[in-house]
């Protein structure tokens, strides 16, 4: 290792561990399906949601890391004990959104949701608006009766 080269000094050429590698290495997929994730950017940003389908490599139409995403954009507010059963019942709602997002503009939680959304939210949902929302009101049901029954409560919950 040759820590001058054409009068410059190569502090990388020097160091044993910053030295160029014989094998690239492979970086682990841990963005799976399942996967809870905060939104960074753009209109959901503060939004948390799960990770339905990831596309490590891109496609031809993004050649980026993406995935197909489901969140929650209206959380549910605080149900108290005097509410009636048609204000528990509103308050209880959730608005839910589909998006496709760069993974640069997510940042991964320790925490994974066993929601199968993937019959439901898929990459053709997203082409044409009437598709779109019945994904969409599909997948606000799925969330609701999640947070109805009590399961992953952490997703409904505002930060």
Not at 35 to 43: E, P
Not at 84 to 107: D, E, L, P
Not at 120 to 127: A, D, F, G, P
Request: net charge positive; aromatic share 8%; charged share 35%.
């Amino acid at each position: 290792m040759v820590a001058w080269q054409n009068g410059v000094f190569d502090h990388k050429a020097s160091h044993p561990v910053l030295a160029p590698a014989e094998k690239a290495l492979k970086m682990v997929k841990f963005l799976k399906p399942g996967k809870a994730v905060i939104i960074l950017n753009g209109r959901f940003a503060g939004r948390k949601a799960v990770i339905i389908r990831s596309f490590d490599d891109g496609t031809r139409d993004r050649p980026y890391g993406h995935c197909l995403v489901a969140g929650i954009n209206k959380y549910p507010k605080k149900v108290i004990r005097k509410d009636s059963a048609k204000k528990t019942s509103k308050k209880s709602r959730v608005k839910a959104f589909i998006k496709v997002v760069n993974y640069t503009h997510i940042m991964p939680t320790r925490y994974t949701l066993d929601v199968d959304l993937k019959d439901i939210v898929t990459l053709e949902s997203l082409q044409s608006r009437d598709k779109k929302v019945t994904a969409c009101k599909e997948t606000k049901a799925r969330f609701e009766e999640r947070f109805k029954t009590g399961k992953n409560r952490l997703m409904c919950e505002r930060k």
